[in-house]
C-alpha cells in the first residue's frame, strides 16, 4: 500500500534561516503531492502542492520540489519567521482525486527568534 | 462560502458507548473523508465517501463506520467505544474531481472514560 516517510521529525532553526522537510513514497503511482501545516490547536490547511508532471513550484518564501525517478518531494522555506512554527505534513494524494490522503507522522518546525 | 463544519466540538463518552459525529462539507463538494488524529499515531485516515458511496477505507476495525447523505453531509459512527478512541475526529472535503485542496473542519475533541 501507500507509504510516506518524513525527515527530519523535528526541525529547529533561527529565524530568517531556510528550513527543509524531505518526503519518500513508496507508491510509484501517486500523482498529487500536497503540503499541509498544521499550528497548534488549529486544522490542518494546504499551502501548497504539486503535480506529477511539474519538477518543482513556488511560492512567496515557500517552494516544493519533486524527483519522481528517486519517490521523494521536499519542501523549501526560506527567510523563515515565527509564525512558520507549526507540524507540518507531506500527505500522498494516490492517484484517485479526493481527501483520501496517507498522512506520515508530519516534521515540527520551531522557529525561535 | 462557509467552511467544513463539524459537530459536536467536544465530546465525552463512557467506554462500550457509542457516538455518532457530523461533518456539513464545503457546498459543493462530494468528496468527504474522517481522520484520527492521535498525539502517537498522527493523522490517519479512516475511510473516503463520494456522492454516497464509501470510495477508500483505511485501516480500522468495524466498530467505525460511516456514510453520507445525498447533500453531501457525512456521519461516522463508533461503536463499542474504548479508552483509545479518544482522539480529534476531523473531517475533509473537496470537490473530488480533479486533483485539488481538502479543506479540513476544526474536528470533534472525543474523549473516552
Known amino acids: 500500500g501507500e507509504n510516506v516517510e518524513q525527515h527530519p521529525s523535528t526541525l529547529s532553526v533561527q529565524e530568517g534561516d531556510s528550513a527543509v522537510i524531505k518526503c519518500t513514497y513508496s507508491?510509484?503511482?501517486?500523482?498529487?503531492f500536497p503540503w499541509y501545516k498544521q499550528e497548534l490547536g488549529k486544522r490542518p490547511q494546504l499551502i501548497i502542492d504539486i503535480r506529477s508532471n511539474v519538477g518543482e513550484k513556488k511560492d512567496q518564501r515557500i517552494a516544493v520540489t519533486l524527483n519522481k525517478t528517486a519517490k521523494h518531494f521536499s519542501l523549501h522555506i526560506t527567510e523563515t519567521q515565527p509564525e512558520d512554527s507549526a507540524v507540518y505534513f507531506c500527505?500522498?494524494?494516490?492517484?484517485?482525486?479526493?481527501?483520501?490522503?496517507?498522512f506520515g507522522k508530519g516534521t515540527t518546525l520551531s522557529v525561535s527568534s | 462560502k462557509a467552511g467544513v463544519t463539524q459537530t459536536p466540538r467536544y465530546l465525552i463518552k463512557t467506554r462500550g458507548q457509542q457516538v455518532t459525529l457530523s461533518c456539513s462539507p464545503i457546498s459543493g463538494h462530494r468528496s468527504v473523508s474522517w481522520y484520527q488524529q492521535t498525539p502517537g499515531q498522527g493523522l490517519q485516515f479512516l475511510f473516503e465517501?463520494?456522492?454516497?458511496?464509501?470510495?477508500n477505507k483505511g485501516n480500522f476495525p468495524g466498530r467505525f463506520s460511516g456514510r453520507q447523505f445525498s447533500n453531501s453531509r457525512s456521519e461516522m459512527n463508533v461503536s463499542t467505544l474504548e479508552l483509545g478512541d479518544s482522539a480529534l475526529y476531523l473531517c475533509?472535503?473537496?470537490?473530488?474531481?480533479?486533483?485539488?485542496?481538502?479543506?479540513f473542519g476544526q474536528g470533534t475533541r472525543l474523549t473516552v472514560v
Open positions: 475533509a472535503s473537496s470537490g473530488g474531481q480533479g486533483f485539488s485542496e481538502a479543506f
Open positions: 465517501y463520494f456522492s454516497e458511496t464509501q470510495r
Open positions: 507508491d510509484s503511482a501517486s500523482n498529487y
Open positions: 500527505p500522498l494524494g494516490g492517484n484517485q482525486a479526493g481527501t483520501a490522503l496517507i
